[in-house]
Protein backbone atom coordinates (compact mmCIF):
# COMPACT_ATOMS: atom_id res chain seq x y z
CA UNK A 1 0.00 0.00 0.00
CA UNK A 2 1.23 3.46 -0.76
CA UNK A 3 -0.23 6.36 1.14
CA UNK A 4 -0.20 10.09 -0.86
CA UNK A 5 -1.57 13.14 1.82
CA UNK A 6 -2.37 16.16 0.43
CA UNK A 7 -4.73 18.88 1.56
CA UNK A 8 -2.86 20.91 4.17
CA UNK A 9 -2.00 24.70 3.81
CA UNK A 10 -1.64 27.85 5.43
CA UNK A 11 -5.35 28.99 7.21
CA UNK A 12 -6.10 31.60 9.83
CA UNK A 13 -6.76 30.38 13.17
CA UNK A 14 -10.59 29.75 13.25
CA UNK A 15 -10.29 27.93 9.64
CA UNK A 16 -10.77 25.07 8.54
CA UNK A 17 -8.84 22.89 6.11
CA UNK A 18 -9.76 19.02 4.98
CA UNK A 19 -6.96 16.49 4.49
CA UNK A 20 -6.69 13.62 2.05
CA UNK A 21 -5.00 10.71 1.85
CA UNK A 22 -5.25 8.71 -1.00
CA UNK A 23 -4.45 5.02 -1.44
CA UNK A 24 -3.13 2.71 -4.19
CA UNK A 25 -4.02 -0.82 -4.02
CA UNK A 26 -6.98 -2.70 -4.67
CA UNK A 27 -7.07 -3.91 -0.96
CA UNK A 28 -7.00 -0.95 0.72
CA UNK A 29 -10.39 -0.85 1.99
CA UNK A 30 -9.45 -3.62 4.36
CA UNK A 31 -7.10 -1.27 6.19
CA UNK A 32 -7.43 0.39 9.49
CA UNK A 33 -6.19 4.07 8.78
CA UNK A 34 -4.86 6.93 11.48
CA UNK A 35 -3.64 10.54 11.32
CA UNK A 36 -0.58 11.69 13.24
CA UNK A 37 1.61 14.86 13.33
CA UNK A 38 4.41 16.25 14.09
CA UNK A 39 5.30 20.08 15.09
CA UNK A 40 8.33 21.05 14.57
CA UNK A 41 10.89 20.24 17.66
CA UNK A 42 8.00 17.85 19.40
CA UNK A 43 7.55 13.94 19.06
CA UNK A 44 5.15 12.64 16.51
CA UNK A 45 1.17 12.50 18.21
CA UNK A 46 -1.56 10.68 17.49
CA UNK A 47 -4.49 12.78 15.72
CA UNK A 48 -7.08 10.26 14.69
CA UNK A 49 -7.89 6.76 13.55
CA UNK A 50 -10.26 5.05 11.66
CA UNK A 51 -11.48 1.17 11.18
CA UNK A 52 -11.56 -0.04 7.88
CA UNK A 53 -15.35 -0.31 7.83
CA UNK A 54 -15.60 3.72 8.90
CA UNK A 55 -17.27 3.24 12.18
CA UNK A 56 -16.48 4.80 15.63
CA UNK A 57 -13.41 6.90 14.55
CA UNK A 58 -11.34 7.92 17.52
CA UNK A 59 -9.54 11.03 18.41
CA UNK A 60 -6.76 12.64 20.48
CA UNK A 61 -8.53 15.12 22.88
CA UNK A 62 -6.92 17.88 21.94
CA UNK A 63 -8.92 17.57 18.18
CA UNK A 64 -11.92 16.10 19.58
CA UNK A 65 -14.88 17.98 18.60
CA UNK A 66 -13.23 20.02 15.75
CA UNK A 67 -11.48 17.17 13.65
CA UNK A 68 -13.34 14.92 11.47
CA UNK A 69 -11.91 11.46 10.31
CA UNK A 70 -13.99 9.87 7.63
CA UNK A 71 -13.19 7.70 4.85
CA UNK A 72 -14.38 6.38 1.34
CA UNK A 73 -13.62 2.93 0.78
CA UNK A 74 -14.89 3.19 -2.94
CA UNK A 75 -12.19 6.09 -3.64
CA UNK A 76 -9.72 4.53 -1.67
CA UNK A 77 -9.19 7.74 0.20
CA UNK A 78 -9.51 8.66 3.57
CA UNK A 79 -10.16 12.44 4.92
CA UNK A 80 -9.38 14.40 8.03
CA UNK A 81 -11.74 17.37 8.32
CA UNK A 82 -9.34 19.78 10.42
CA UNK A 83 -11.93 22.45 11.83
CA UNK A 84 -11.88 25.90 14.33
CA UNK A 85 -7.84 25.36 13.52
CA UNK A 86 -5.53 26.82 16.38
CA UNK A 87 -1.69 28.02 15.92
CA UNK A 88 -1.04 24.39 18.41
CA UNK A 89 -2.41 22.31 15.16
CA UNK A 90 0.54 23.65 13.23
CA UNK A 91 2.49 20.40 11.91
CA UNK A 92 2.72 18.12 9.00
CA UNK A 93 0.30 15.43 9.33
CA UNK A 94 0.74 11.99 8.16
CA UNK A 95 -1.57 9.14 7.43
CA UNK A 96 -0.93 5.64 8.03
CA UNK A 97 -2.23 2.15 7.37
CA UNK A 98 -2.44 -0.99 8.72
CA UNK A 99 -3.89 -4.16 7.57
CA UNK A 100 -4.82 -6.00 11.41
CA UNK A 101 -3.55 -2.89 13.54
CA UNK A 102 -5.50 0.20 15.04
CA UNK A 103 -4.49 2.42 17.97
CA UNK A 104 -2.66 5.61 18.79
CA UNK A 105 1.09 4.17 18.67
CA UNK A 106 3.01 4.77 15.32
CA UNK A 107 4.70 1.62 16.08
CA UNK A 108 1.21 -0.03 14.72
CA UNK A 109 1.24 1.12 11.34
CA UNK A 110 3.69 -0.32 8.74
CA UNK A 111 2.31 1.92 6.16
CA UNK A 112 3.08 5.81 6.32
CA UNK A 113 2.34 8.54 3.71
CA UNK A 114 4.90 11.55 3.44
CA UNK A 115 3.51 14.27 4.96
CA UNK A 116 1.30 17.64 4.58
CA UNK A 117 2.31 20.71 6.46
CA UNK A 118 -0.63 22.70 7.85
CA UNK A 119 0.02 26.48 9.52
CA UNK A 120 -2.06 28.12 11.09
CA UNK A 121 -1.58 31.58 11.47
CA UNK A 122 -3.16 33.71 14.91
Known amino acids: VQLQASGGGLVQAGGSLRLSCAAS????????TGWFRQAPGKEREFVAA????????SYAESVKGRFINSRDNAKNTVYLQLNSLKPEDTAVYYC????????????????WGQGTQVTVSS
Open 96 to 111: AADELRIGMSGSLYDY
Open 25 to 32: GRTFRSYH
Open 50 to 57: ISWEGYNP
